[in-house]
């Protein structure tokens, strides 16, 4: 009893602990457990009723002393603190929130992820292959935490393939880092933990059907298989990761329009159109068509000249931009210095460039049923303190120079977006020319849509990615995503801290220095002082 009566406490508190230990880890099973558990708890009451017993005549005079009370206030104190945790952690548990202070919000998902997450209406699974307690695993559960906090409809779990080779096995797993998406009935793999692909993952499982996007052949334009710096292969397989279908077509002759054919692209061609290519073209878009015009300077002058039906202005010059030779290298290349409030450039946060680019700009009065919107325009025209841009009307001058008398100063138009009122009529006839008598009236279709950029060198793999810069094949994604109506694949971009370079004087180095190095400890040190001598002066 001299053993409980000194040591009954801890007795007591130490098979409490057992208990408790016994309840969560369950080392025996589930049912031993419980039996230990219930074991361990009644000799625990006993052991603090022998304490209690054995002591109760000094546990009531220490209950009278001050020490007493101070030390269960303290207690008290330290008991109401974990409930409030405790409380504090359910409550979050059952209402999730997060704030991300950086600046450009690199710990949160983009506003298109969001925004698809919300709108999904079927169930996406993911199952990962990671490795269990390698890095990147925990980079990817952290990313899809944040997929699932945003959509309920996203469900993920991870698997090790190494213990788990049958799981691995049945889903053709033959690399680690594997992530399998599946919604009905679609199933789509990548091997990254990059934001973009994961969403496009999910676009791809969760999207009916495939749009095809048909390049133009037959006029010089650049080539999708062409892996060379001209050639336009990064284009294609970009757009193949959106889930596009990406086909050629030779010649758009009337009636050669394929009917599945949700965008038409015109990538730089170097000989004219005929006029029924036009015709077969312009009928194209005005049925409610969606063409891509990507249309170099010093060619095409027919085809410029018919783009005035859509409201589409295109001029015969060369964009010259000072301040591209400091950036990009080259004056020739102008950037796109500001971009116009529209979907195909919203959240474009790096200036685009347009390797030898023409004027392309919106007409003043657009004839009726279409609106044209410009999309960017370059720097401002040059001073004697800025270097600018300019459209050169003279390009065989050497080196080129600002004339404000024959040149248009900056800032240029570079692009335009142009939306028209479709029509159902089959018939090939002028755009401003009524239905010819005793015809029916002609039903309304989907709005047509067309976008035509000075310049196609900017999609070409010697641009897309020009110094790691995306810009060029965002602007170009974000324009085909407009056109094809997949908002949701707009403007998905990577995103990277900020960097702020402090940059001081010597001078302003050396007082930092003396300030840091011996003004604060000497400071310390005196008021140190100056309290260890008041208090020996009393």
Known sequence: MNVFKSYGHFIGLALL????????????????????????LPLCLVAFGLYVGLNIDELRRGVRRRAFLYSSNLVFVILLALVILVLANIVLGRFHARFDFTEDKIHSLSPQTVRLLKSLKTDVKVRCYFLEKSDTRFRMEKILKLYADAGPRLVYEFIDPDKNPRRAQADQITGFN??????????????????????????????SGEKVVYFLAGHGEKSLSDREETGASWARDNLEKLAYGVQTLEYALPGRIPEDCALLVVAGPEVDFSADEWTAVRDYIRRGGRALLLLDP??????????AEFGVKVDDDFIYDELAAYVVGDERWP???????????????????????????????????????????????????????????????SPPVF????????????????????????????????????????????????????????????????????????LFLNAVNWLSEETDLISIQPKAPSQHVLRLTPDRKRTISLVTRVFLPLFVLAAGLAVWIRRRSR
């Open 403 to 474: 004339d404000p008398e024959t040149d248009e100063p900056g800032p240029v138009p570079m692009g335009v977006a142009v939306t028209v009122k479709g029509r159902s009529g089959k018939e090939s006839r002028e755009p401003d020319a009524g239905p010819p008598e005793g015809a029916p009236e002609e039903e309304e279709t989907r709005e047509g849509r067309l976008v035509v950029f000075g310049d196609s060198d900017f999609i070409t793999n010697r641009f897309y990615y020009f110094n790691n810069n995306p810009a060029n094949g965002l």
């Open 17 to 40: 602990i057992l208990a408790l230990l016994f309840l969560s880890l369950r080392p025996f099973g589930p049912v031993r457990g419980w039996i230990l558990y219930v074991v361990f």
């Open 298 to 307: 010093g060619r095409m002058p027919g085809l410029v000249g018919r783009l």
């Open 335 to 397: 950037l796109t210095a500001s971009f116009e409030s529209h979907p195909v450039t919203e959240g474009l946060r790096y200036a685009a460039f347009f390797p030898n680019a023409r004027t392309v700009g919106a007409a003043e009065e657009p004839p009726e049923g279409l609106t044209a919107a410009v999309l960017a325009r370059s720097n401002k025209e040059p001073s004697s303190l800025m270097p600018g841009a300019w459209a050169e009307r003279s390009p065989d001058q």
């Open 178 to 207: 594997t992530s399998i998406f599946e919604s009905g009935g679609k199933t789509d793999r990548i091997t990254t933990i990059k934001e973009e692909d994961i969403t496009n993952a999910i676009i791809k499982v969760t999207r």
